[in-house]
Nanobody, 123 residues
Framework: QVQVVESGGGLVQAGGSLSLSCAAS????????MGWYRQAPGKQRELVAT???????NYGDSVKGRFTISRDNAANAASLQMNSLRPEDTAVYYC?????????????????WGQGTQVTVSS
């Protein structure tokens, strides 16, 4: 199995910054893209940011210019630097890793999810 574990998050005042980290481990053949989604209470899960193994990043409209995603391919890890945080950024943030497990490579790519970490921005 492939495990995805997030760290970071917590409580911050509006205008502040937080950093999230994520690492994939276990039965990995290859990880292609990594990224973050978030889900606020009563809302659908939405894209925050993704990054490919070549470093190409994609951001959700609501975080462009404020959040930055980075990647360490060798460690199968990704980080999300969140600046100028707003109360509407409050959500559970989930890390994703898109790739192949070694045992089930022939089954094709899968999306592996972390358990989520809470980010709360107070006004």
């Amino acid at each position: 199995q492939v495990q995805v574990v997030e760290s970071g998050g917590g409580l911050v005042q509006a205008g502040g910054s937080l950093s999230l980290s994520c690492a994939a481990s276990g039965d990995i053949f290859r990880i292609d893209a990594m990224g973050w989604y978030r889900q606020a209470p009563g809302k659908q899960r939405e894209l925050v940011a993704t990054i490919t193994s070549s470093g190409s990043a994609n951001y959700g409209d609501s975080v462009k210019g404020r959040f930055t995603i980075s990647r360490d391919n060798a460690a199968n890890a990704a980080s999300l630097q969140m600046n100028s945080l707003r109360p509407e950024d409050t959500a559970v943030y989930y890390c994703i890793a898109d790739g192949y497990s070694a045992s089930y490579y022939s089954s094709g790519p899968s999306r592996f999810w972390g358990q989520g970490t809470q980010v709360t921005v107070s006004s």
